[in-house]
């Protein structure tokens, strides 16, 4: 089956730090990819669709100058949680679309402490 | 009112017990809906689409009520291994198959 690699899996920085996730479809080409978070105890919040080739789309209420994604190849998206502060802490979560199947893979997530 | 809502939980049963999820949603438009199932700190599995005549796989059926706007879960004989969070999803259509996921029902299944 279609598979979804993301990494790191978990990442440690000091607040004020940039990190990158990278989330890469691995066998099939992904025009579209979404981001989540996810607070503990909480669902899984759309952050934002990223579209090849073109500017991410964002949700309502995430600040698309803080959440950078790139989406630049059909296999590759990468979120940027610049300035990152204790407040970012939280797993992010990547998923693919492959095509037109509507089935949704998701990446093994991101689990993101801001000290 | 939230787009999704979902049993709050969590659920502790004995193993072999029968444990029903229930989720409303409040889009009528919504086109797709699902089942996943979550172990802590990992991504999300699916576990079963939903349909209108409802499915079954084997101890789990899933049923779709579009009239009341719900969707639910059933699980039979549950096992130690289906310990897990229970989240329902819902695509409100168009063709970028954007989730929309209920807060997760924690279900603990004891020996």
Redesign the interface.
């Known amino acids: 089956g279609a598979v979804v690699s993301q990494h790191p899996s978990w990442v440690i920085c000091k607040s004020g730090t940039s990190v990158k996730i990278e989330c890469r479809s691995l066998d099939f080409q992904a025009t579209?990819m979404?981001w989540?978070r996810q607070f503990p105890k909480?669902?899984?919040?759309?952050m934002a669709?990223s579209?090849e080739g073109s500017k991410a789309t964002y949700e309502q209420g995430v600040e698309k100058d803080k959440f950078l994604i790139n989406h630049a190849s059909l296999t590759l998206s990468t979120l940027t949680v610049t300035s990152a502060h204790p407040e970012d802490s939280s797993?992010y979560?990547c998923?693919a679309?492959q095509g037109?199947r509507?089935?949704?893979f998701?990446?093994?997530?991101t689990?993101l402490s801001v000290l | 009112r939230k787009e999704v809502e979902q049993d709050p939980g969590p659920f502790n049963v004995p193993e072999g017990a029968t444990v029903a999820f229930n989720c409303t949603y409040s889009n009528s438009a919504s086109q797709s809906f699902f089942w996943y199932r979550q172990d802590c700190r990992k991504e999300p599995k699916l576990l079963m689409s939903v349909y209108s005549s409802g499915n079954e796989d084997g101890r789990f059926t899933a049923q779709l009520n579009r009239a009341s706007q719900y969707i639910s879960l059933l699980i039979r004989d549950s096992k130690l291994s289906d310990s897990a969070t229970y989240l329902c999803a819902l695509n409100s259509g168009g063709s970028n198959y954007k989730l929309t996921f209920g807060k997760g029902t924690l279900l603990t299944v004891n020996p």
């Open positions: 579209t979404f989540y909480q669902s899984l919040m759309l669709t579209n797993f979560i998923s679309s037109n509507e089935k949704l998701f990446g093994s997530g689990q």
